[in-house]
């Protein structure tokens, strides 16, 4: 069973304080022995001398040990203060480190997002209506005055810069391939046409819709009309 610092350095005193005071009590009744009455009343005074000795070396040792401890405790005190010093310094390192880290993820993630939006202002984004085949007054045939008109529109970023706006019809069962179906404004395409300019109009905080009016009176079909924004940001 182990010790401590403190408590074996007090048993070690106390020790060595008894162990000189048993020798000098043999020493004294050795000088004293020839006269008994002096022997006894010598052997008392060792006795008692020996005795104060051991309260001394007791409370000396008590002392020894509450100055060791006393030290032990201030620097455990100095240690846990330097301790939770560096904890301190080691949880701030780290905030600054996970907010530098947040700050280039999300520098990342900006720049990703503007590349893709970059790209798809590049391919162009797509709007798309479906009409149905035009019905006139009566029995009177469709004609232009009787046309349906509606904005077909595609959605883009607010900050988004237009660069080109392509139009493109077709009938609803038509398989000509869209490439081949691409028109002008005003252009006839079959009772069906792109009117006015474009146009841009607000669709949500983030993002506007660019629009172009088309108008259809055939009576025989139905028509298709799309749209193919691109821009810049």
């Not at 048993?22 to 005795?51: E, P």
């Not at 149905?132 to 077909?152: F, I, M, N």
Request: glycine share 8%; with cysteine.
């Amino acid at each position: 069973m182990g010790f401590s610092e403190t408590v074996l350095a007090a048993m070690i005193g106390a020790t060595a304080t008894i162990g000189a005071s048993i020798f000098q009590l043999v020493l004294h009744w050795r000088k004293q022995s020839g006269d008994r009455r002096t022997a006894a009343k010598g052997g008392f005074r060792s006795l008692l001398w020996m005795l104060t000795l051991m309260l001394a070396s007791a409370v000396g040792g008590f002392a020894y040990s509450e100055y060791l401890g006393q030290d032990r405790r201030d620097e455990t005190h100095q240690l846990r203060e330097e301790l939770q010093k560096q904890l301190a310094t080691l949880a701030s390192s780290t905030a600054k480190l996970e907010q530098v880290r947040l700050n280039a993820q999300s520098a990342a993630d900006t720049q990703a997002r503007q590349a893709e939006e970059r790209r798809r202002g590049a391919d162009g984004v797509e709007g798309l209506v479906q009409l149905p085949a035009c019905k006139g007054r009566g029995s009177a045939p469709c004609s232009e005055t009787d046309a349906q008109r509606l904005a077909v529109c595609a959605v883009v970023p607010a900050s988004a810069q237009v660069t080109e706006v392509q139009l493109y019809t077709r009938a609803e069962d038509s398989q000509q391939p869209w490439s081949e179906s691409r028109v002008e404004a005003s252009q006839d395409g079959g009772k069906a046409r792109f009117v006015d300019a474009p146009f841009e109009r607000t669709h949500t905080e983030g993002s506007k819709e660019v629009c172009v009016t088309f108008t259809h009176w055939s009576a025989d079909k139905g028509r298709t009309a799309r749209i193919v924004v691109r821009y810049t940001i």
